[in-house]
């Protein structure tokens, strides 16, 4: 299978089954093309010669772009063949472990965002915080069920985790107490709206969590459109300073300002822009809204020509800042091409609802914190373990080769279907798909893709130069 775009004067051919990547002159690319159509070389060479007759192309530079795509199909980098879809079949065979809980520590929030999928932090429920009984219990449970995993990772999540802060330092408390006799290693996060950050809440989680998210959406005036309080006032001016002095406590350790576009921002990168250049964050993601399709914050078909631009002028801006040494990072742009995610992990999904589980404040086991309270999709508590096994074996089979929209994707094995719980919302079944999710998952790794190819073009040009 390939891929071809133009994208910043590149032309761009992805081999998607080996996952090379090829920067070509227009007659290569213009082969490609004709030969991935299901034209032989001599008709391919022929069309090129009369396409590019006005260049002065000669047939012995048509032959040489096609013996260059014959050396690549030989070398197994073009027009490579699909080899995966047997071994994602047999994932529902492997054993599992659990290697990540996300702790709703509190079903409230003190905030009133109105695009919250959480319905405002109850998630559809009763409101609760969680105890530190039922958070220990869900630690000894991880613990349990990790097998010879070290490394075990906890989000602390809600609603708002601050409004239950006592709790989420004692159970980092009682697990740094275990790790030694349990052989393990727990990492935390914390993910946070900013309102209960207070100098004990920094110096706590600067120590102790691997990383935090904080939950900025960019402009005042876009973050206050949705992200009020209780009384119905903005929480840009509250939140701020707190985040600013947060990040300046941090130092190197992770974080990253999270936001939300919705509708009535489609020109996103103007919040990213402020919260790099007039509020002076590096680390940087803005996720599309998860809304009702007759939400008025929720994006539409037309809005996406409107979306892919931005991340083009994003993937742009963010090479030009590289170049003058001021880089900063956008979560959906971190790419690595060398030490990636292995191929198990590119086809057997996120891992939701096998090695990934939500916790709610009363003990619950849930497939992720979207699911919550979904009856359909409970699937136990922490003291008896996964009752809902058939679920469990639905989850674990849960992967790309699943979903029959996925089947002729070019990005399929960059995202692995996407968000199960997004596809459940839109079509109503974890193995369909989120079409909007897919096309602007699709636009983003295109950016993704040419800022490495224009990466590696400067850096040559760099050593040419040198020598």
């Known amino acids: 299978m390939i891929h071809q775009y133009t994208l910043n004067g590149c032309n761009i051919v992805l081999d998607v089954h080996s996952g090379s990547i090829h920067v070509m002159d227009a007659p290569t690319y213009e082969a490609v093309r004709l030969l991935d159509g299901g034209k032989t070389p001599g008709e391919a060479g022929a069309e090129l010669l009369q396409k590019f007759a006005d260049s002065g192309i000669t047939a012995a530079q048509v032959q040489e772009s096609l013996d260059e795509i014959e050396d690549l199909r030989r070398a197994g980098k073009l027009f490579s063949e699909e080899t995966y879809a047997d071994r994602a079949m047999d994932l529902k065979k492997r054993n599992t472990v659990i290697k990540a809980l996300c702790l709703l520590v509190a079903h409230t929030c003190n905030l009133n965002c109105s695009y919250c999928f959480a319905a405002q932090g109850n998630f559809r429920g009763q409101h609760g915080l969680m105890s530190f009984e039922t958070g220990k219990r869900a630690l000894d449970f991880l613990v349990e069920h990790s097998g010879m995993r070290r490394n075990l990772e906890v989000d602390f999540f809600g609603g708002e985790p601050l409004m239950n802060f006592a709790v989420c330092r004692d159970l980092v408390a009682y697990a740094r107490s275990i790790e030694k006799e349990k052989k393990k290693n727990f990492r935390f996060t914390l993910t946070t709206n900013g309102v209960g950050i207070t100098d004990e809440v920094i110096e706590w989680a600067n120590r102790e969590c691997y990383n935090v998210v904080l939950s900025l959406d960019g402009r005042k005036e876009v973050h206050d459109r949705f992200r009020k309080d209780l009384a119905g006032h903005g929480s840009y001016d509250r939140i701020v300073p707190k985040f600013q002095e947060f990040?300046?406590?941090?130092?190197?350790?992770?974080?990253?300002?999270?936001?939300?576009?919705?509708?009535?921002?489609?020109?996103?990168?103007?919040?990213?822009?402020?919260?790099?250049?007039?509020?002076?964050?590096?680390?940087?993601?803005?996720?599309?809204?998860?809304?009702?399709?007759?939400?008025?914050?929720?994006?539409?078909?037309?809005?996406?020509?409107?979306?892919?631009?931005?991340?083009?002028?994003?993937?742009?801006?963010?090479?030009?800042?590289?170049?003058?040494?001021?880089?900063?990072?956008?979560?959906?742009?971190?790419?690595?091409?060398?030490?990636?995610?292995?191929?198990?992990?590119?086809?057997?999904?996120?891992?939701?609802?096998?090695?990934?589980?939500?916790?709610?404040?009363?003990?619950?086991?849930?497939?992720?914190?979207?699911?919550?309270?979904?009856?359909?999709?409970?699937?136990?508590?922490?003291?008896k373990g996964i009752v809902r096994t058939d679920l469990r074996d639905e989850f674990k089979l849960c992967n790309v080769y699943s979903r029959p929209a996925c089947a002729d994707c070019w990005a399929k094995l960059y995202c692995a279907g996407g968000c199960t719980a997004n596809a459940y919302h839109a079509s109503g079944d974890i193995h369909g798909t989120y079409e909007t999710g897919c096309e602007i998952f699709k636009k983003r790794i295109e950016c993704a893709l040419m800022m490495k190819v224009a990466q590696a073009l400067e850096q040559q040009a760099g050593f040419a130069a040198e020598s």
């Open 247 to 383: 990040v300046r406590r941090r130092g190197e350790k992770g974080y990253y300002m999270r936001g939300t576009f919705t509708h009535f921002n489609t020109d996103f990168t103007k919040d990213i822009f402020h919260m790099a250049d007039d509020l002076g964050f590096t680390e940087l993601s803005m996720e599309p809204v998860v809304a009702d399709p007759d939400s008025p914050s929720a994006l539409t078909p037309e809005d996406l020509p409107v979306l892919f631009d931005q991340y083009e002028i994003l993937a742009k801006d963010m090479l030009r800042r590289e170049r003058e040494g001021k880089p900063i990072t956008f979560y959906h742009y971190m790419l690595d091409l060398s030490h990636g995610p292995c191929i198990y992990k590119r086809i057997s999904g996120c891992g939701s609802g096998t090695e990934y589980l939500a916790v709610t404040a009363s003990g619950d086991l849930y497939p992720c914190h979207q699911f919550v309270n979904d009856p359909e999709y409970r699937m136990g508590d922490i003291w």
